[in-house]
């Protein structure tokens, strides 16, 4: 034949134009759009439709025509004879021979018009008027033949409907849902890169849409350095060598699939594009074929979605073993990662190490001691705890479409508390975060595990740590992610985590750990399982009283419901807890389920060596770091008992049980505490504490050993203790044997209260008379803003509905907090029961004045006793008219005894059980013949066991003020 060119069909655009490169060249590549193409000469085809607006419409059978020339000729030789160079169309035209799958030469053109899926053009038959050219009477004997056979157009049969090019998001989105899983036949239209195609989905689907090859993803032509990448920047070297391996890709896409017939598996979907795991007709998994030539790389956001991911990681380690493709340049020595974090901070592998797990903060984020007693923060590398069941499907989809990921987390808000104008705290527990947790914590806590160091991840690249640095904020550490498995058993924690249900596998930049892809199995399993948070029961937020550091009032409150929580039980009461931190080797956060609420419990009567706070120039005391790892490995995160006894300065104190037995004696028999004497009386079993102190002081262990010495707490305290001072307190003595009739308005506290004289009762006749000829139920209710915090207003009191002068101590909207300061006592109220007006001023003074028992003990509202002393005190004297001896003022404040007839009512609250004695007075010689009758009836109602006696078994007085 004359003029013939031999080529390889690499695409089939129309049914009369072929997309090829030359045989003398045949790996070369192309663009779709710049290809070299060639058109068969003397035919005219129907055109298939076009994505566009301005896109001419599909000609019937336009499609089937294109199918027929493509399953003829793709990715075979054909030839061109008779060649001419058409300039307006850039191509050669001709007649284009092939062969069909017997092995016999057949001419294209007249082939397709045999099938009806051509007719002979126009110009072939103006040209050949004559009726000698061989090829035009072939053609038009092809015609006929297909007019006589009723082929292709001349069928009557329908031709495929109109295609869908762009399906809708919803549409794809229905599409993934309901063919996931699925393996069916359909057409590559394009490959735009060796990991991006344009698929055809036959009918019934009918529509292109575009496809990434699940778990794979190759090299970008042009590089551009992600911005949130921390790491250093690749060389050029390595830009030229992804950028060739962004073509070769491509190239090897274009030879293996290009307008091909492929088994497609839909896995699911990630922007706007399937995303399907990809085999030719003859069962070769095209992912597998890219990955051990080193034309791509296993991508974590879609491998989680693969079926075969498996099969892709080992292709992948086959070609990095082999230095093929995009690996070349990475020294055989050199840990592979996927993005900034080991590469970074150059972490050697000598970070591997054998521990043991002393805390979890959450059930992926873990604290190790190893055999130095080093601590070691560490992360699960790719778990996460919580999370979702379309997890996989979230992370292989846009952040922004699907809203944010759902892992465990814990949360602390504030707010006033329900029902009252107090700050409140509380803790948040969502999305799995406490099943999760416990569950690692039974697997894991106090166990041995070997640690082997993944990946570093937050590494801050020097920019951070300037910006930071002039900004005065502190630059947080890069975080361990490591692999964790069990010293006995091997198993991985992180993976039962995931196949229980309570958590899920996270791909990240910074790297990926080698059980990744077992983690992803694990999760399928729960998952197809209904584990954990893929059951039926949705994830609910549990939120907890936060109560570890409560102001006075409220922690004492809480002490009252803590003491009387134990119904039954003698004394004070054992409430099961549970550790959630070790704050120091004898200071414990502890979850109370009983209250719903977290407090931290100072262990009484020791005291153990500790590091200095932040910022202080305090030294370390010896043994600080033993004693905090032995609290830890011993009670962290552990259910246990304790024993509440009071309240001082924020904090609890009490003793802790674990299984039963006694955590002070246990932490001083290994000299890691000692025993602070005047601070013992709340501790329990205070023989087997001094016993094992001794024993630890015989045997030269921790503190009392050749390293050790006494914490610096310790020394301070009994310093303060042999330093006091009670008796040298001055009082300015007053009038004792002067009686006053007084009339109590108000009982404060067990030891305070509001009285008015004979004279303020004759003055409150006067105040009545104001407020009643103000006419106050007449006058307009204020606005709330003009009424504020220490306004002098008339409140109506809620028992007697009258007006009465009052002192504005806090607002809340309509809600006013009022103090009636005629009286003493206060009220909440609402400002519809408010007034203001001018004859309400200060001009006349409070006619309530405060004063408070003499000789006593002022008893904290939370501490044991204080309710019930409260509550008789009252009964005692409010509102009635008793006689008041002044005896003594402590700066403004007057101290008084109060009597019926000759009774003191202080020595009825002692003798009663419902008071102490003041240690301030007791050395006093001024007031010693009353407070000695005072102590004498104190000691017969603790020998009684009456009062507050029935649960206290120390003295409260004596504990040091200064010691927590």
Known sequence: MANAKMFIVRGVPSADILAVVDLKNPNQSYDIGKAMRIGIEG??????????????????????????????????????????????????????????????????????????????????????????DEYVRALAAAQVHAMETRSGQFSG???????????????LEEIAKELKGQKFKATVEAVFAGHSLRVYLPEPLNCYVSVQCSGVICDKKDFAPNPNDKGPKPSDADIALWSKMHSEARMFGERALNHKDIILRVEGLRYDSLVATIENMQGKLYQEELLKKGLATVFNPTVVMCSVRSKLKAAEDVAKAARAG???????????????????????????????VVQLQSADTLIIIDAANKEHRVCLANVRAGGSTDHLERIAQKAGEVGPPTFAKMTRKSGKEKGTNEQAEVVVYSNWYLESRDFMAKMVLGRDVNVKFEFLSGVASDTDKQENAAKGALTLPPRQNVTITMADSGKNPGEELIRAGWGVPMSTRDGQCDGYFGYCDAFEEAKKEGRGLHGKKKAQDTTVQDMARPNDSKGKAVLGQLQRAGAGQAGVPKLKAFVEFVLSPMRFKLYIPRQNAQISVNIAGIV????????????????????????????NQREVEVQVEHFHKGTFVGNVYLNGKNFAPQILAAG????????????????????????????????????????????????????????????????????????????????SFFYQTKEAKEKMVQINNILHQANLDQLPVPTEDKVKKDDCVAAKFSADGKWYRARVIRTSGKNVDVAFVDFGNRESTTIGSIRVHPTVNKTIPPQAV?????????????????????????????????????????GKQKYFTLRFGEQPVQAMLVKNGLSLVDLKVMENKDFEKPVSKLVALEKAAKQGRKGMWEVIRGDPRSYDDDHY
């Open 850 to 890: 405060r004063g408070r028992l003499a000789f006593l003990h002022d008893l904290d509202a939370g501490e044991p006793g204080a309710m019930a002393a409260l509550d008789e005190f009252g009964d005692f004297v409010d509102g009635r008219e008793v006689t008041a001896a002044h005896e003594y003022t402590d």
């Open 326 to 356: 995009r690996w070349a340049n990475i020294p055989v020595t050199q840990k592979v990662t996927t993005g900034a974090g080991a590469a970074a901070a150059g972490a050697p592998a000598g970070n591997d190490f054998k521990g043991q």
């Open 157 to 171: 049969l329908p031709c495929r409907e109109k295609p869908n090019f762009r399906p809708e998001e919803y549409m």
């Open 43 to 132: 035919i005219r085809v129907p055109q298939m439709g076009r994505e566009g607006p301005e896109a001419p419409p599909e000609e019937e059978f336009g499609f089937e025509a294109r199918e027929f020339v493509r399953k003829q000729v793709i990715g075979k030789q054909v030839k061109l004879v008779n060649a001419r160079h058409v300039d307006q169309l850039k191509r050669d035209m001709g007649q284009v021979f092939y062969k069909d799958d017997a092995g016999n030469v057949k001419n294209l053109g007249e082939e397709l018009v045999k099938e009806g899926l051509a007719e002979v053009s126009d110009h072939a038959v103006n040209k050949d008027r004559t009726g000698e």
């Open 672 to 751: 890691l505490a000692t025993t602070e004497g005047q601070n013992m009386q709340s501790m329990s079993g205070k023989s087997e504490a001094l016993e094992a102190e001794k024993q630890a002081q015989l045997a030269h262990v921790g503190i009392w050993g050749p390293n050790g010495g006494l914490p610096r707490r310790a020394a301070e305290a009994v310093e303060r203790y042999e330093k006091r001072t009670f008796g040298k307190v001055s009082f300015q003595v007053g009038a004792p044997g002067v009686r006053v009739p007084i009339t109590v308005t108000e009982a404060e506290s067990a030891t």
């Open 608 to 635: 153990s060596p500790m590091t200095p706070m932040p910022g202080s120039n305090d030294p370390t005391d010896p043994c600080a770091e033993e004693a905090l790892a032995f609290s830890r490995k011993l009670m």
